[in-house]
């Protein structure tokens, strides 16, 4: 992108100097100039933005590999990269995004059966047998609960 940005801000230059020179001539006119400039201030404008944002990527790289001062290495030759196919499905769980979607999956379970085990009704039924004092008579209670869903 920083090429093609550079080889616009060339072609606006060349502009300007066209446009400058109609004007001078007395073919142009002055908004044509200031249109050729604007045009170049936007594309030094995207320059600048490309150069900050191509930096911030270096700054986050350099935290996982370290010194970005250094070219990069070339494409890698995927023709000669060799699989093992065997292991390929023993290794796939130890992917981070599978490890994560395993997480999410067992929640979902769990959350299912939560919703079971709440969908089932928990009767209970107690009984009581109280022996009292003389002057009172025994008493035996019974109590039924029913929780409403």
Avoid at 63 to 81: C, F, N, Q, S, Y
């Amino acid at each position: 992108m920083s090429a093609a940005i550079a080889e616009q801000g060339a072609a606006a230059r060349t502009e300007i100097d066209a446009a400058e020179g109609a004007y001078r001539a007395g073919r142009g006119s002055l908004a044509e100039i200031l249109a050729a400039r604007s045009t170049l201030a936007g594309l030094d404008d995207r320059s600048s933005e490309l150069a900050r944002r191509v930096s911030a990527a270096k700054i986050a790289l350099a935290r996982w590999v370290g010194d970005v001062g250094a070219p990069l290495a070339g494409k890698p030759e995927v023709d000669t990269i060799r699989l093992d196919t065997r292991a390929l499905d023993a290794d796939i769980r130890h992917h981070p995004q599978i490890a994560v979607l395993d997480r999410r999956e067992a929640l979902a379970a769990a959350e299912v059966r939560l919703a079971q085990a709440a969908k089932q009704a928990d009767w209970s039924v107690e009984v009581m047998y109280s022996q009292r004092g003389p002057a009172y008579s025994n008493m035996i209670s019974v109590g039924v609960s029913v929780p409403l869903q």
